[in-house]
């Protein structure tokens, strides 16, 4: 665990060593799929996960100023996942569609975002929109293929010695 608050992103640092620990350790659903290049104003990717409905899996990740959350599902097929949060208000649906073959059991992928607090997602907001044109087109891939990832793996391993 990176214990020095003053290295950059150590909050990300200790979420991504955690991730790497939980795959290592059996759980390879969390984080099967990540975007091949690092989400703007990413702070923090929550540990665990949850298991939805036939299969599916949701990641969360903490980004910009606002703290907003981008929930990544992925699942075997279509979900009701987006029509559900626009019904429901609880966010705002920026993709649903497939992921590229090859990709596993998990074909399909639902991106959300949710608020905080004291803040939710608004389009016409320049960082919502930036997330959003970022979530809606960005390749997945598997953990191991996303370059930023194994960078802050690296940069979180040698912060703990």
Same mark, same amino acid.
């Given at each position: ?15 991504? @060593? ?49 703290? @907003?959350?981008?929930?990544?599902? =992925? ?73 930023? =990832?194994?960078?802050? =793996? ?8």
């Amino acid at each position: 665990m990176v214990q020095d608050e003053s290295i950059t992103d150590y909050e990300l640092l200790n979420d991504v @060593l955690h991730i790497d620990f939980n795959r290592r350790n059996g759980e390879r659903e969390e984080y099967a799929r990540v975007p091949a290049a690092r989400p703007p104003g990413l702070l923090r990717m929550t540990p665990g996960g949850s298991h939805g409905e036939d299969g599916a899996f949701a990641m969360t990740y903490q980004f910009g100023e606002q703290w @907003l959350h981008a929930i990544v599902e =992925l699942s075997p097929r279509d979900t009701d996942t987006c029509e559900t949060v626009k019904a429901d208000g609880i966010g705002l649906c920026v993709r649903d569609g497939a992921v590229p073959a090859g990709s596993g059991e998990r074909q399909h992928v639902a991106v959300y975002f949710t608020g905080n607090v004291s803040t939710e997602p608004r389009v016409g907001d320049p960082e919502t929109d930036e997330a959003a044109t970022f979530w809606s087109t960005t390749e997945m891939v598997p953990f191991d293929e996303a370059a930023w =990832l194994t960078d802050l =793996l690296t940069r979180g391993k040698a912060a703990t010695r």
